[in-house]
């Protein structure tokens, strides 16, 4: 696997990348762990035998808020490096925030950002608690697929709406680029694997489980014809409040708008969660596919 810093090197490199292979992108924050290892192999599968997998590791300043963890954000560069090498990745592109940004450092208004894309469903659910984060996950993503030119790219569905929000951003701004949504890997207990599982004490690991568990029991409970929105609300804050976890939100929205339900639940609906567990925050969904 080579590793490549900067962006003169990766277009370099991208361009004696045969027309033919199929280049196949993972972007990371790095902190890796088995969810990014099954992206990598889905990535792997894309590009097939003559192809390249392209993995990203930036902790993208951009997409923190003030007084969120940018800073202490892990970087295990070396770690990371070794997995990705392990599950077969052929570069590894990891620039610095200079090499992102260069016009940070130049005067304010002199180089506006290209991809300033805003997408509705960014001021909703994860984008009104971090107000601005999908702008920043818009606009760094819209540089690295412009750098890396993939055929296809990878996400991952326990970042359900970024995922959603990124394919309208590629649609609607004609990136040429197939998008895959890879399932979210789970410790045995049901825990959606995330780099922040790491902040979890010993004490806390064992409560965070009940995020799964509260979001499978909501889901058994529409397949059971129970699909009064408020009932469900009522339920999942319930049992993940009762173990000790403060719920931001736990609601059933449409698996392709996340419009909130009027009453009852009747098309196909996520079931989305986000909560704190001490210093750790905490989110998941589950998709229920209409009858
Ligand atoms: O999901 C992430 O790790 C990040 O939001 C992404 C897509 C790599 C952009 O920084």
């Not at 780099?195 to 979001?215: D, F, G, I, M």
């Not at 929105?229 to 009522?234: D, G, Q, S």
Request: proline fraction near 7%; include cysteine.
């Amino acid at each position: 696997m080579q590793i490549i810093r900067t962006i003169t090197e990766l277009q370099r490199r991208r361009r004696d990348i045969s027309a033919a292979a199929r280049v196949a992108f993972v972007p990371t924050m790095g902190a890796l762990h088995a969810g990014h290892g099954r992206l990598v192999q889905l990535a792997r599968q894309a590009a097939g035998p003559d192809g390249c997998v392209i993995a990203s590791i930036f902790v993208n300043p951009k997409q923190f808020g003030p007084g969120e963890d940018f800073a202490s954000y892990p970087r295990p560069f070396a770690e990371d490096a070794r997995l990705l090498r392990q599950w077969r990745a052929d570069i590894l592109f990891a620039p610095t925030e200079r090499e992102m940004y260069p016009e940070a450092a130049a005067p304010a208004n002199s180089s506006p950002d290209p991809a300033g894309y805003r997408d509705p469903l960014g001021d909703v659910l994860e984008g009104k608690i971090r107000p601005g984060h999908f702008r920043g996950v818009c606009a760094v993503v819209a540089r690295l697929l412009a750098l890396v030119q993939p055929n296809v790219l990878i996400l991952g569905q326990k970042d359900y709406q970024q995922q959603l929000i990124l394919r309208r951003m590629i649609r609607e701004m004609n990136f040429p680029v197939d998008v895959l949504t890879a399932p979210t890997i789970r410790e045995p207990d049901g825990l959606a694997m995330s780099s922040r599982n790491r902040r979890l004490t010993p004490r806390e690991r064992p409560a965070a489980a009940v995020v799964y568990r509260a979001l499978c029991q909501a889901k058994d409970e529409i397949l059971n014809g129970r699909r009064e929105v408020k009932h469900l609300i009522e339920e999942m804050t319930g049992s993940i409040s009762a173990a000790g976890l403060e719920v931001q939100y736990a609601l059933p929205c449409h698996a392709d708008t996340l419009a909130e339900f009027a009453g009852v639940v009747n098309d196909r609906c996520v079931l989305l969660v986000a909560a704190r567990l001490g210093a750790t925050r905490l989110i998941d969904n589950v998709v229920v596919p209409r009858e």
